[in-house]
């Protein structure tokens, strides 16, 4: 008489090797995810660094209000904070809500540098 079926045995391993499977892959994805937010905190930056150039462009001045940039506002979960504008200069810092204890900055000009910030238009994170 021949009986088939899994073993309770072979069905153990196969779940074992599911959950090593898992336990490699769920950090992967949430880093990931760290990283998608990090590129929306940069892309915010870029997006500001056009908006102030065009603004100034415009009015010989740099400014801290996002009214008075055209059609500019942060991506969803960002905050957004201009530091300093002047009529030579502008620094910015982002946060995100999704990626905490993370920060970037980018300034331009004479504007002081604000940390991570250490060249003048490049984007920095922490």
Known sequence: MSRRGFT?????????????LAAIAIPKFSNTKEKAYIAAMKSDLRNL???????FYDSSKYTNSFALLNNFAP???VNLL?????????????????????????????????????????????
């Open 8 to 20: 309770l045995i072979e069905l153990l391993i196969v779940v074992v090797i599911i959950g090593l």
């Open 49 to 55: 660094a056009t908006a102030e150039e065009a603004f």
């Open 75 to 77: 991506s969803s979960g």
């Open 82 to 126: 201009v530091v300093q504008a002047t009529g030579s200069g502008w620094s910015a810092t982002t946060t995100s809500l999704y990626a905490p204890g993370r920060l970037c900055a980018l300034y331009s000009g004479s504007a002081t540098p604000v940390p991570p910030a250490t060249a003048e238009g490049r984007i920095s994170c922490q």
